[in-house]
Every structure is written in structure tokens, then in C-alpha cells.
């Protein structure tokens, strides 16, 4: 006598009713927006929400977005176009990705919220005036603009954005596997592998690209070659300007190592005396962020989002003037109890950041906006 088969009850609904399905397209693989990505990908797959991830293979490769619960296609535009037509709300993470977005929706009544986590202002010739033209449609395509900095939300707006609101990123953890700092790890060993040992180690953090001001860095760095002991200055990230950067720094004799891109970068600045932020322009800078709450003195270009973020736990210069960077951090290396002050003040402001959870939160809280969809 055969047995009637089991029957398994599908597992309950979030709230009762459908989960809701959203589509988050990087388009690039970008170290800030690929750990946000990653990070909201994580809290909305633990809130019920099912997450497909649109970005390059070498993303997923690196951030594993499949391991924080989400689907992944690669962004090839007809797997994009696919992926969106069974959304209910499209996420892009940068003006590029959301230009391929709206293409991918073009006909379709899916609503499409667009971060800006890079940008600033655009650069003057051609290129800038394609990058004027892309953030108009992009912004009037969306809608909801997120910026991680006012000045962020200022320039959506000026763009013709029709909602654009503040929406500030947590940290979030880099690529699994990616050390992170270890109050129990001896500093003195990350400073002995850099020949940092009885000498200041100060470090940036980023890719090696022309808005980052690393030629201006490299001439502070000439001021301190006056200095005893020595201080190292050291760059963390790979680009292309490192060929040029190189070229100087050997012709120079300038105190600076290229370390390349590094798992590690978070251990060697808990490491570091100083972190360095020469930059043109940054929105929410992770440097920045995981400086202050490593508690190690920061001096930073007055920039974009960068004093909403720090505050005054930081030490703030103008853009592209080395010799006000160069004397912030000489004035510093000399005076320890104004960089324990500083480190105080950074664990302060640090505490006023959003948590990750914040982030899915408002994240989720628009969605469900967008969706007509109020959730308990």
C-alpha cells in the first residue's frame, strides 16, 4: 500500500503578503558602493525582501552579494532589463548605474531611487559637460535621489530632481574575509612591515585617481623630508595615476610608499599616527569615517561632505594647498595631547553616525513609500 506524499507548507510570507522585490545595480565595482551595496543587500534579505544584485561579475566575486542573501546576474543590459521587469523598486548606486537603470526601464512603471555616493562637481571641457548632461537625466529619471551628503542633495536639486533627500551611509564591512582591525593586534608589527618602526607612519586610503589629490600629498610630503625622525607616508589603493605618483616619487626621493590595493587597509591605519585626505572632492569619505573610529587624528580637505561628516574631530585645510596639509600634520607629530584630543573627539562624533541597521531602515522605509506599502 503506497503512502500519499508529504505535504511541506511553503514557508510564511514577511507580513503576511508577497515579499517585495527589489533590484540594486552597481555600476562599477567601486570599494564604498559595493560594501553599501553588500550591507543593504544583508539587511534587506534578513527583513524578507528579495534582493537581486545587477554589477559586475568582479564585484560579486569579491563581495559575494549571493552569500548575503541576494540573487546575482551580471550587468550585461539584457540581463539588467530582465532582472527589472520583475521589480518592484530599482535601486542604483551612482549616476552611471542609474542612466543604465532608467534605460532598463524605459515603458515600465517601476519606481527607480538612484544614490549618489561619488560625484562632485563636474569637471570643465567635454567630459564634464557629458557628466552635467548625464546627472540632469539621471536625476528627472528617478524618483528619489539619495545623496550621503547635503551638498549632495543641493546639487540633485539643482539638477531638476523632483525628491532628493539626505540619506547618510553607514560603514559597512568590506569584501568578506577582508581583515578588520583587532583591538588585540600589536601595532607595532603592521609599522615593522612598512619600516615604520621609530618613525611617524601616516597613511591615505583610496584609489589612485585624479580626484583624490595625491599629487598635492606628495608635495606636503617634500616639507617633511626636513623632519627627525622621518615620517612615512604611505598610499593604500591602486589606480591610474600610480605610474605618474611613482615616477615622482622616485625622482623626488620623496618619504612615500604606493602599498597597492590592500585586504588589510583597516589594520594599517589603526596603525598609523595620522590619516591623510588630500582630496578635491568626497561625499562621505570612508577614511574619514573609519579614522574617527579607530580614534587616529585625521587631517582632511574641507570638501564636499567632509566637515558635516567630521565635525571638529578632525583637522580641516584647504584643497590644493600643501603647504597649510603639510603644516597640519607637522603641528600634530609635535603635540600629543592634541591628537589624544583629537582621538577622543573622533569616538564622539563617530557616535553620532547612523548604524547599519539605520541605513536598511530608511532604505526600506522609502521602498515601502514608493511602493504604497506600509509595513509593520
Known amino acids: 500500500m503506497s503512502s500519499s506524499p508529504v505535504s511541506i507548507p511553503a514557508p510564511a510570507q514577511p507580513y503576511g503578503r508577497p515579499p517585495l522585490r527589489t533590484v540594486q545595480v552597481l555600476g562599477g565595482a567601486g570599494a564604498g558602493s559595493s560594501a553599501h551595496v553588500r550591507s543593504l543587500t544583508t539587511g534587506l534579505a534578513a527583513r524578507g525582501v528579495r534582493v537581486t544584485v545587477c554589477a559586475p561579475v568582479e564585484a560579486e566575486g569579491e563581495y559575494d552579494f549571493t552569500g548575503a542573501g541576494a540573487h546575482f546576474t551580471p550587468d550585461a543590459a539584457n540581463a539588467l532589463r530582465a532582472a527589472c521587469a520583475g521589480a518592484d523598486v530599482v535601486h542604483a548606486h551612482g549616476v552611471r548605474a542609474g542612466m543604465r537603470a532608467a534605460l532598463a526601464l524605459r515603458g515600465r512603471r517601476v519606481p527607480l531611487v538612484v544614490s549618489w555616493h561619488g560625484g562632485g562637481p563636474a569637471a570643465d571641457g567635454a567630459w564634464g559637460r557629458l557628466g552635467r548632461v548625464l546627472e540632469r537625466r539621471v536625476a528627472r529619471a528617478a524618483a528619489v535621489v539619495l545623496g550621503a551628503s547635503s551638498d549632495q542633495v543641493d546639487l540633485a ?4 530632481a523632483r ?13 568578506p574575509g577582508a581583515a578588520a582591525p583587532d583591538a ?11 619600516g615604520a618602526v621609530g618613525r611617524p607612519l601616516l597613511i591615505a586610503v583610496g584609489s589612485l585617481v585624479e580626484h583624490r589629490g595625491y599629487p598635492v600629498l606628495l608635495d606636503a610630503a617634500r616639507a617633511w623630508r626636513v623632519l627627525e625622525p622621518l615620517p612615512l607616508v604611505v598610499i593604500a589603493g591602486e589606480g591610474p595615476q600610480r605610474a605618474e605618483l611613482a615616477r615622482r616619487i622616485e625622482a623626488e626621493g620623496l618619504p612615500v610608499r604606493l602599498l597597492g590595493r590592500r585586504r588589510d587597509a583597516a589594520q594599517l591605519l589603526a596603525a598609523a599616527d595620522v590619516a591623510v585626505l588630500p582630496s578635491r572632492w568626497e561625499a562621505r569619505s570612508l577614511l574619514a569615517q573609519e579614522a574617527l573610529r579607530a580614534g587616529v587624528p585625521l587631517v582632511a580637505t574641507a570638501v564636499g561632505g567632509v566637515p558635516e561628516l567630521v565635525g571638529d574631530a578632525g583637522v580641516l585645510v584647504p584643497y590644493g594647498d600643501p603647504a597649510a596639509l603639510a603644516s597640519a600634520v607637522t603641528d600634530l607629530l609635535a603635540d600629543p ?13 563617530a557616535a553620532t553616525w547612523p548604524t547599519e541597521d539605520d541605513t536598511v531602515a530608511q532604505i526600506l522605509s522609502i ?3 514608493l511602493t504604497s506599502v506600509p509595513r509593520p
Open 337 to 349: 595631547a592634541r591628537c589624544a584630543a583629537l582621538a577622543a573627539a573622533g569616538h564622539a562624533q
Open 184 to 194: 588585540a593586534a600589536d601595532p607595532g608589527k603592521a609599522r615593522a612591515e612598512l
Open 157 to 160: 536639486r539643482a539638477r531638476g
Open 367 to 369: 521602498y515601502d513609500e
Open 163 to 175: 525628491d532628493a533627500r539626505l540619506a547618510p551611509v553607514a560603514v559597512p564591512m568590506g569584501p
